[in-house]
């Protein structure tokens, strides 16, 4: 039984979908992101993963980025927040998931 | 804030497997990997740990450009096609805008400035009597037919170097915006 695999591939299919639910409840930046998942085992992913998806979305117009300087000792962090366009997609992804989560539901005859 | 030469090693290692990224990106990125560095270091995070958690910095650049060649191969016909009508067209126009409007910008705007300079050379030299020699050929010629006096031919190449000098600008006005808008163009088809 190799669940690792298919938990990977769940992982990578629905990523995408977490970071823009979570940029939607707040503009937030990498590390904080990459935080935010990490409580979530199904879901953590490393840096490897998060920047280069993050600069994805960022070119394809579903998120922007601006970079508010850090006060008080803390360092200039680099914020996203949605776009309208990311409001679609991600509109678009919902009704997708809640379409799979009936889909599962009903085969599973509850 | 203090950062340690291990980490600085590690973002100047990144930056350069960063290279075909172009330069204000690969700024962008580095800067963002910096602040996470930042940020832990802040919540008591051991340089070795960071490094740790953030990888070999060779396989986090090439992270972002595993990105940048799956999109860059994407091959679409559609792509293919629109590259090929417009490198057409831009090649055919290109080939008479281009040369034509090079060549009317500046020889137009000098002939419209050495114009109504030499209408003036020769209108000081009849006023003063000068006999600067060859202002006998600066002129204006209709072969013999009608002959001018040399204020009004001042006053004539004045307007005609104005006209001509406008056109020149114009040419060359013309020119640079075609060029821009090949350019965006082209961008824009990202090809």
């Known amino acids: ?11 990578r299919g629905t990523l995408e979908f977490c970071i823009l639910l979570l940029i939607k409840q707040e503009s937030s930046y990498g590390y904080e992101i990459i935080s935010t998942l990490d409580k979530y085992p199904i879901i953590a992913a490393k840096e490897n993963t998060i920047y280069p998806l993050l600069r994805r979305l ?3 117009g579903y998120i922007s980025s601006s970079w508010r300087e850090g006060t008080e000792g803390l360092p200039p962090r680099k ?15 919902s009704v997708e998931w809640e379409n799979l989560l009936n889909a599962i539901n009903e085969i599973k005859g509850e | 804030m203090i950062m ?9 290692n990144m930056e350069k497997y960063l290279k075909p990224i172009p330069v204000s990106e690969r700024i962008d990125i580095i800067n963002e990997i910096k602040s996470e560095m930042q940020e832990l270091q802040r919540n008591g995070v051991t340089t070795e740990a960071i490094i740790d958690r953030l990888g070999n910095p060779k396989d986090l650049a090439k992270a972002y450009l595993g990105d940048l ?4 191969s994407g091959f679409s016909w559609n792509r293919f096609l629109m590259a090929c009508a417009f490198y057409s067209l831009v090649g055919f126009s290109g080939m008479v805008v281009i040369p034509c409007l090079g060549v009317i910008a500046p020889t137009f705007i000098v002939c419209g400035i050495a114009a109504p300079i030499l209408g003036a050379v020769k209108l000081i030299d009849y006023i003063f009597t000068l006999n600067i020699p060859y202002v006998e050929n600066i002129g204006i010629f209709l072969g013999g037919i009608v002959e001018f006096n040399p204020i009004v031919e001042f006053i004539i190449s004045l307007i005609v170097g104005i006209l001509i ?24 088809l990202s090809i």
Not at chain 2, 4 to 12: A, G, S, W
């Open chain 1, 1 to 11: 039984m190799n669940i690792d695999d298919w938990k990977s591939q769940i992982k």
């Open chain 2, 4 to 12: 340690e030469k291990e980490l600085n090693d590690y973002l100047e």
């Open chain 1, 58 to 60: 960022l070119k394809e």
């Open chain 2, 165 to 188: 000098y406008w056109a020149g600008r114009g040419a060359w006005k013309l020119l640079v915006l075609y060029c821009k808008k090949i350019s965006k163009t082209a961008s824009k």
């Open chain 1, 79 to 93: 914020y996203y927040s949605l776009t309208d366009n990311g409001e679609e997609y991600l509109a678009a992804m």
């Open chain 2, 69 to 72: 060649i799956s999109k860059e």
